[in-house]
């Protein structure tokens, strides 16, 4: 199988089955043997279809007297990888791109390639205007050009304002940096920067956390050597705030209600030096298991793996725990550089979220020993999400407040106030919500 052909593969796993995108790559790419090259290309192939979707099919609908809302999705898929390639892959000749995308559609259905080849020769063909876009309305035109689901946009421009929301388009459409996370119980950062640059990779010290690394030309990372002893593991900066933030000491009791994928966890129970108990619980099987199998790779010895749903109220866990993590279920907005799916998602897909994630921190809070620290964070920089919970919550429990932000050397607006708003225009990381709570009685 070769890189267009699997590309193809992932894209209509995502459109067919609303999948993110990370995991139908990773289930897509576990079991075939690629090269790095055709490996790079499928990936580059697969988020490009994914973040330019809405301006590709705009450029369809141009051309075709098919519109794309009418199209089956396998020939949808097909337009979107040629004309991709076409428009913005300097590294592939217009011929390849052509010749390449109606040679699958010829394996899928010999019926349509006459007409592929036809849509994809017309874009060369008018390539020095077929970009623009002609239409009046600035949300619609911002839509179509970020592809987004206008109700996004709108509501940034509601929320943050004109020129914000373009400088948040901007960012979130630059490819995201890869951070490792150093197993501080397994080696240190000047061994591990070391060791990947004897594999050839691009390794620098990230500043804000002692145990972040930023690479460059990482690839096939699940099958690195260094990757399989448990140096190291994926995490974005903003992620390892959370873990930072809540600084948990040694031989302490830990609860992380919503772990999966286990990164926050596998974070904590590490600076807490394999002492101590985490307590690292969801409700899906396959997740548990993989918390698991990170939990063996890293040598973690302290973290206790249990399926339990944050939404209901676990009475034996009542006034037990040192500190408590509420990572809740959110909208992800603040993470479309990593999966630009989230881009299309509809308001509807998001209408229970508050009632849910107030109901997690509720039953979260319930855990937090007097003295203990309760952190609520999340992936998203939707206000409705964030300090609206939290506000809510306070208003309801007296015997919480927020406390001043001090563990961490990065200095963000209002981490004296007890919560860090990060943004991936501002701050350069993933978007993120992170507030510290501490029970007063």
């Known amino acids: 199988m070769n890189a267009r052909e699997i590309a193809y593969k992932v894209l209509l796993d995502i459109e067919k089955n609303k999948n993110y995108s990370n995991m139908a790559i990773n289930k897509h790419f576990k079991d075939i043997k690629l090269s790095n090259q055709d490996r790079g290309l499928a990936t580059e192939i697969i988020y490009g279809v994914i973040e330019n979707k809405y301006y590709i099919d705009y450029i369809i609908d141009k051309l075709s007297k098919i519109k794309t809302n009418k199209m089956e999705i396998y020939v949808k898929t097909l337009l979107r990888m040629g004309i991709y390639q076409i428009l913005f892959l300097n590294s592939i000749s217009d011929y390849a791109a052509v010749n390449e995308t109606v040679n699958l559609a010829k394996k899928k259905n010999p019926k349509i390639s006459g007409f592929v080849n036809g849509i994809l020769r017309n874009v060369i063909r008018q390539k020095e205007t077929i970009r623009s876009i002609n239409v009046k309305d600035e949300i619609d035109y911002l839509a179509i050009k970020y592809s987004y689901d206008k109700w996004i946009i709108r509501n940034w421009m509601i929320h943050f304002g004109k020129e914000f929301t373009l400088d948040l388009l901007e960012a979130n459409a630059e490819k995201p ?62 992620s390892m705030l959370v873990g930072k933030v809540m600084n948990p000491k040694e031989n302490t009791l830990v609860l992380d209600v919503c772990s999966a994928p286990g990164g926050k966890t596998t974070h904590i129970a590490t600076l807490m030096k394999n002492t101590g108990t985490v307590v690292s619980r969801d409700i899906y099987d396959h997740k548990l298991k993989l918390i698991k199998s990170s939990c063996k790779r890293l040598g973690l010895e302290n973290v206790q793996v249990e399926d339990f749903d944050g ?36 308001k509807e897909d998001f ?91």
């Open 177 to 238: 940096s890869i951070y490792l996370r150093v197993n501080t119980l397994k080696t240190t950062r000047d061994e591990l920067i070391e060791k990947l640059e004897g594999q050839g990779v691009k390794a620098s010290k990230v500043s804000q956390i002692e145990e972040a690394i930023k690479v460059e030309n990482l690839k096939n990372i699940e099958n690195n050597s260094l990757y399989k002893e448990g140096l190291f593991t994926i995490q974005d900066i903003s």
């Open 311 to 346: 939404m209901k109220l676990d009475r034996e866990s009542i006034d037990k725990f040192d500190y408590v993590l509420a990572d809740v279920p959110c909208s992800g907005l603040g993470i479309i550089r990593r999966k630009p799916e989230i881009k299309y998602k509809e």
């Open 351 to 441: 209408r229970d979220l508050h009632s849910i994630q107030k109901k997690v921190l509720e039953n979260a809070s319930k855990y937090v020993k007097n003295g203990g620290t309760l952190i609520y964070s999340t992936c998203t920089i939707q206000e409705a999400e964030n300090m609206d919970v939290i506000n809510e919550f306070l208003q309801k429990n007296k015997n919480f407040k927020l406390a001043p932000i001090n563990e961490v050397n990065i200095d963000l607006d209002n981490q004296e106030n007890g919560y860090m708003k990060i943004y991936p225009n501002i701050h350069g990381m993933d978007g993120f919500f992170i507030s510290k709570l501490i029970r007063v009685r």
